[in-house]
């Protein structure tokens, strides 16, 4: 269903991939827009490896949400861990590309619960994320990608 990566030697492990969604922090998601036009956004995620999700959180209502309801497809992609090999002037950067399917959190202590753990990826500790869940918690839309497929690869860039 889903397309091979067609330059295996730039291909990276699964593991890999992993490891590079659990440590960025952001990554550009893409639905399906109006009049056929895809939509691009960066935002702040959470890898939850245990669920095979991707969590997000954002407005409860505006174009995302219209798309999302529209059409749950989406694709996720996350670059990051540049690095130096070979040629100084010629960095190596890895990617990952998801495809899912994507819904909103309707259940509100669902929605708590991610809310705090997303929050625990970008705040600097647990005290600051209850305040921050205590005052804007039940304000947030909580988003779940349910992967269907990864793959990652590393290109050099010249």
Same mark, same amino acid.
């Given at each position: 269903?889903?397309? =091979?990566?067609?330059?295996?030697?730039?291909?990276?492990?699964?593991?890999?991939?992993? !490891?590079?969604?659990?440590?960025?922090?952001?990554?550009?998601?893409? %639905?399906?827009?109006?009049? /056929?036009?895809?939509?691009?956004?960066?935002? +702040?995620?959470?890898?939850?490896?245990?669920?095979?999700?991707?969590?997000?959180?954002?407005?409860?209502?505006?174009?995302?949400?219209?798309? #999302?309801?529209?059409?749950?497809? %989406?694709?996720? =992609?996350?670059?990051?861990?540049?690095?130096?090999?070979?040629?100084?002037?010629?960095?190596? #950067? &890895?990617?990952?590309? %998801?495809?899912?399917?994507?819904? #909103?959190?309707? +259940? &509100?202590? /669902?929605?708590?619960?991610?809310?705090?753990?997303?929050?625990?990826?970008?705040?600097?500790?647990?005290?600051?994320?209850?305040?921050?869940?205590?005052?804007?918690?039940?304000? %947030? &839309?909580?988003?779940?990608?349910?992967?269907?497929?990864?793959?990652?690869? !590393?290109? &050099?860039?010249?």
């Amino acid at each position: 269903m889903f397309r =091979t990566i067609r330059k295996k030697k730039n291909e990276i492990s699964i593991d890999a991939a992993k !490891e590079l969604l659990r440590c960025s922090r952001r990554g550009i998601l893409a %639905v399906n827009g109006d009049n /056929d036009y895809p939509y691009a956004i960066p935002i +702040n995620y959470l890898y939850d490896e245990n669920a095979h999700k991707i969590i997000f959180h954002g407005a409860k209502a505006g174009y995302k949400v219209d798309c #999302l309801k529209a059409c749950d497809k %989406v694709c996720f =992609t996350v670059c990051g861990n540049e690095s130096i090999k070979e040629e100084s002037w010629a960095p190596f #950067l &890895q990617s990952v590309v %998801v495809f899912g399917r994507c819904h #909103l959190v309707e +259940n &509100q202590e /669902d929605i708590i619960k991610l809310v705090k753990k997303f929050a625990m990826k970008y705040y600097p500790n647990e005290k600051m994320v209850d305040e921050e869940v205590a005052s804007s918690g039940r304000a %947030v &839309q909580m988003f779940e990608i349910e992967i269907e497929h990864l793959s990652g690869k !590393e290109v &050099q860039e010249r």
